[in-house]
């Protein structure tokens, strides 16, 4: 499953396990206990747990290993999963085909696809008939991705039969087209499916006409429905190069960060390598774009010195340079590039920065003309405060304020504006010149900047240090009332001592989602039943493009999606739900969703971390989504890089394979270890979180700083705007945890 959390009420489709009378269920207080973590979301456990009890059992009965084999099939390891089961004597007449679907999930999570099927289809022979229709939608999906259509077929037509799946009938139309060899009966399949099973229907006609031998028409079909990649392959497979190669690099230059890019850059370095520099160039991009540089730098450096000088491929050029960390090439790329007039401002503010970078002492100069001679490009503000910094970094701050203070002046409503105020301001305070850092935050104000609510914190601040504790007060009480629910505004109350943020009860009681998105989420769950998760994912994303108006409908699926493990898609739809209802503490706890709080408390308690800061960690982190990647590649709920997920491990002494990595609580586990090691070398939140998310090297040297025993002065001067953002909102997220859901 790709939502190893979103059904665990499934239990490998376990809808209603019914043990037969060979089988005796033994009273383990090792399988109890590993029910106990599935339920509570913590299949990682629930899998080690039956492990440990399997070890220490020399002769383990079949419903131990059975639910050991369940368990290690939830976490995704399916090896296990596959060694525990395979060759039992006792597998095939085991509880009506629930140790052979097991068996099933394993092998298709390994790749054995059709063995897989084998498996589907003897289970489906003996379960009943609540979960035969969900085996032969398994079997059909295992015999599809086996490349044995015409056993899929019949197994999808199995699962429709009898209209138990009747909630998903629209997608096993889709899939049973797709595999059909006989388009006219494709087409009737196809003739009335809607949305959002519709959008696959031009897909599942080609791929019939394919089956049917009509080529031609399939690939008209593929090419129309924007299809690159299969009309790349198919093209191929007919030995027509030419619409291959065209369709190949019409999608590397189109889409050079999607997936289909992706595979089809093995046909670009395989049989399709490319000839003319448009294509060494699309190829290039591809390649860049998958921390590949300097295998992109070879292709757009062949496709330079086959003809093409523009200054969009020179800007290119000079961009996977840089990237190979050849700044000093990057910077004459940049100069080249800067011939074309059309091109002319942002080659020479990217040579600039590159000359920044190298330390050359022409680098002010360029900055400056820059700046100078396009006041109104969009990096004109950029270029001003790279040069203040600069200056700043020297310690030369009479040349820093200059700058400094011209960004101001040209630009007060820019974001590097703020920034320039804030740090003329801390100067201004250090200095004992507190009249001067006040006007600097009152100007922020002003200029509606995107730090004011900061600023006038900050302007209460630099009253108090005046002796002005009535000014201050009156300040920070505006602000609690105005930002209640921000950093600052909870700041303000902890200064004026206000009581923590609390929230009145809603009086209205929690009830079930209104009819239509309990069906919606119903049918989730069924497709995730019926292994047809990019379906289910389908629907997910048309729920987010249609998103119903009824705010009990909006807080019914938030609330739904999250449990599933949807959280991204759950957090949007309370953003939704809050244009309605901005101050309803359902609105917010659909904003600010614990789906999985059990988990999270007991990995906390596990590593003597605060719960609610955990909490607020994968919030910020992840938003609950299980899937989570972000563009660095970290992974999962706490968002771990393989790398952190993988040192961790070895200090807990945890077996750990990178496809594990999104396993919930196994991320957590992992994330709230990191958490806690982090805490104890800081010895202090802020710098904690701020190296959980820019890593501890730089916070070492943050925390060296003058005034950074002050946790609000090392927050404002941590100098990366992500981390000093990332700090505030998961300090914001941890009161709010607190006062929605309590201790």
Same mark, same amino acid.
């Given at each position: ?7 665990? %009420? ?12 060979? *089988?005796?269920?033994?009273?383990? *207080? ?15 456990? /629930? ?19 059975? @639910? ?36 099933? #999930? ?32 398994? /079997? ?59 959008? #696959? ?32 392959? %198919? ?5 027509? *190069? ?12 189109? @889409?050079?960060?999607?997936? =289909? ?80 007039? $059309? ?10 920065? %590159? ?61 590097? $504006? ?16 507190? =009249? ?16 004011? *609510? ?16 009535? #000014?201050?007060?009156?300040?920070? &009480? ?13 700041? $303000? ?7 923590? &943020? ?14 239509? %998105? ?33 705010? =009990? ?5 938030? @609330? ?6 949807? !959280? ?52 910020? @982190? ?13 992974? !999962? ?40 090691? &982090? ?8 710098? $904690? ?16 700083? =003058? ?32 006062? &929605?859901?309590?201790?």
């Amino acid at each position: 499953m790709t939502r190893t959390a979103a059904l665990c %009420v499934a239990a490998t489709l376990v809808v209603a396990v019914r043990v037969s009378t060979q *089988t005796v269920q033994p009273d383990h *207080t090792a399988t109890v206990r590993a029910d106990s973590l599935r339920l509570s979301g913590r299949p990682w456990h /629930a899998a080690e747990t039956l492990l440990a009890a399997a070890r220490r059992d020399p002769n383990p009965n079949a419903f131990l290993i059975v @639910e050991g084999a369940k368990a290690e099939v939830h976490v995704r390891r399916f090896e296990y999963a596959r060694t525990l089961l395979v060759n039992q004597p006792w597998l095939l007449d085991y509880a009506d085909g629930e140790a052979l679907a097991v068996l099933a #999930q394993a092998e298709y999570g390994l790749g054995r696809y059709a063995e897989a099927a084998t498996h589907f289809e003897l289970a489906r022979a003996r379960a009943p008939e609540t979960r035969a229709a969900l085996l032969a939608a398994r /079997a059909g999906v295992a015999y599809e991705a086996a490349g044995q259509p015409d056993s899929a077929a019949a197994a999808y037509t199995a699962a429709r039969s009898g209209g138990r799946l009747a909630a998903i009938d629209q997608w096993l139309r889709i899939r049973l087209a797709r595999v059909t060899r006989d388009s006219a009966n494709a087409r009737v399949l196809l003739s009335d499916v809607v949305a959002p099973a519709a959008r #696959q229907a031009p897909v599942a006609r080609a791929r019939s006409l394919l089956l049917a031998g009509d080529t031609a028409r399939a690939l008209d079909a593929l090419e129309a429905a924007g299809k690159g990649l299969d009309v790349a392959r %198919v093209a191929l497979a007919r030995s027509d *190069t030419a619409r291959s190669r065209t369709a190949l690099y019409a999608l590397l230059a189109r @889409e050079p960060l999607s997936d =289909d890019a992706a595979a089809g850059v093995a046909l670009a370095l395989g049989p399709l390598p490319p000839r003319e520099p448009a294509e060494h160039v699309a190829l290039a991009r591809a390649l860049n774009r998958r921390n590949t540089g300097k295998d992109a730098r070879i292709h757009v450096e062949r496709a330079m010195r086959g003809g093409d000088s523009s200054a969009t491929t020179l800007l290119f050029y000079g961009e996977v340079l840089v990237a190979t960390g050849s700044a000093r090439e990057a910077a004459r790329a940049y100069a080249a590039a800067a011939r074309d007039s $059309a091109y002319r401002p942002l080659a020479l503010y990217r040579r600039a920065r %590159v000359l920044v970078r190298l330390g050359d002492s022409t680098a002010v100069g360029a900055l400056a003309g820059f700046a100078e001679r396009y006041p109104s490009d969009t990096a004109a503000a950029g270029a001003l405060f790279i040069l203040a910094d600069l200056y700043d970094g020297r310690n030369d701050w009479g040349n820093a304020t200059r700058w400094y203070r011209t960004l101001i002046n040209r630009y007060p409503g820019d974001a590097r $504006a703020s920034l320039a105020r804030f740090r003329l301001a801390t100067r201004a305070e250090d200095a004992g010149q507190l =009249d001067s850092a006040a006007a600097l935050y009152q100007s922020e104000i002003d200029a509606a900047g995107p730090q004011r *609510t900061a600023a006038r914190f900050w302007l209460g601040k630099a009253a108090l240090e005046r002796g002005d504790s009535t #000014q201050a007060r009156t300040i920070w &009480l505006a602000l609690a009332r105005e930002d209640s629910l921000g950093y600052y505004g909870m700041r $303000a109350r902890r200064e004026t001592g206000l009581p923590p &943020l609390a929230f009145a009860p809603t009086g209205i009681p929690i009830s079930a989602p209104p009819a239509p %998105v309990a069906a919606g989420l119903a049918r989730i769950d069924t497709l995730v039943l019926a292994g047809l998760d990019s379906e289910a994912q389908a629907e997910v994303r048309f729920v987010l493009s249609r998103p119903p108006q009824a705010l =009990d409908a909006l807080l019914g699926w938030s @609330e739904g999606l999250s449990v599933r493990g949807y !959280g991204s898609a759950a957090v949007r739809l309370g953003w939704q739900a809050a244009l309605q209802a901005p101050g309803d503490v359902r609105v917010l706890r659909a904003i600010f969703p614990w789906p999985n709080r059990s988990a999270v408390e007991a990995e906390a308690e596990e590593f003597g971390v605060d719960a609610l800061l955990l909490a607020a960690l994968v919030r910020q @982190e992840s938003v609950f989504d299980v899937e989570a990647l972000s563009p660095a590649g970290a992974r !999962g709920l706490a968002q771990l890089l393989p790398s952190t997920a993988a040192l961790m491990a070895r200090g807990l002494d945890v077996a750990f394979y990178p496809d594990w990595i999104t396993v919930p609580d196994l991320n957590l586990h992992l994330g709230a270890a990191h958490l806690a090691e &982090l805490l104890k070398r800081f010895g202090r939140v802020d710098a $904690a979180i701020a190296a959980y998310n820019a890593g501890p090297v730089p916070v070492r040297r943050w925390l060296e700083r =003058d005034r950074a025993s002050d946790p609000d002065k090392f927050i404002e001067l941590i100098p990366y705007p992500e981390t000093r953002g990332y700090v505030r909102s998961l300090l914001r997220n941890r009161e709010l945890y607190r006062a &929605l859901y309590g201790p």
